[in-house]
């Protein structure tokens, strides 16, 4: 059973950064992505990478996010950094990964099937 290891996340000043780590065996975790869900709200994707290190982003976090990966011989481990935190990234952010990538725009949560527990990323103005 694949598991997701998730880290980081928590409070952070507005226009701050905050750094969100995930990581995982290597089996079937070709793409890994990031989702978040604020409260009453439906989940969303942030963004993916693939295993060539190509990402894809969500307009909300675009210029402000960057998602990175490092792949070693036994897990693969995707970073999360986020820059210029606005109120309205505070949500629990979730990581998933999956066999496949599809690049056709952000990630989808019908996409994946693995996911973590989640983190909960609380940005203040």
């Known amino acids: 059973q694949v598991e997701l290891v998730e880290s980081g996340g928590g409070s952070a000043q507005a226009g701050g950064p905050l750094r969100l780590s995930c990581q995982t065996s290597?089996?079937?975790?070709?793409?890994m992505a990031w989702f978040r869900q604020a409260p009453g709200q439906e989940r969303a994707g942030v963004a993916k990478?693939?295993?060539?290190?190509?990402?894809?982003?969500a307009d909300a976090v675009k210029g402000r996010f960057t998602l990175s990966r490092v792949d070693a011989f036994a897990s693969n481990t995707i970073h999360l950094e986020m820059n210029s935190l606005q109120p309205e990234d505070t949500a629990v952010y979730y990581c998933?990964?999956?066999?496949?990538?599809?690049?056709?725009?952000?990630?989808?949560?019908?996409?994946?099937?693995?996911w973590g527990q989640g983190t909960q990323v609380t940005v203040s103005s």
């Open positions: 998933a990964a999956e066999l496949r990538c599809d690049f056709s725009g952000p990630p989808r949560m019908d996409d994946f099937g693995i």
């Open positions: 290597r089996y079937n975790t070709y793409c």
């Open positions: 990478i693939d295993g060539n290190g190509r990402a894809v982003y």
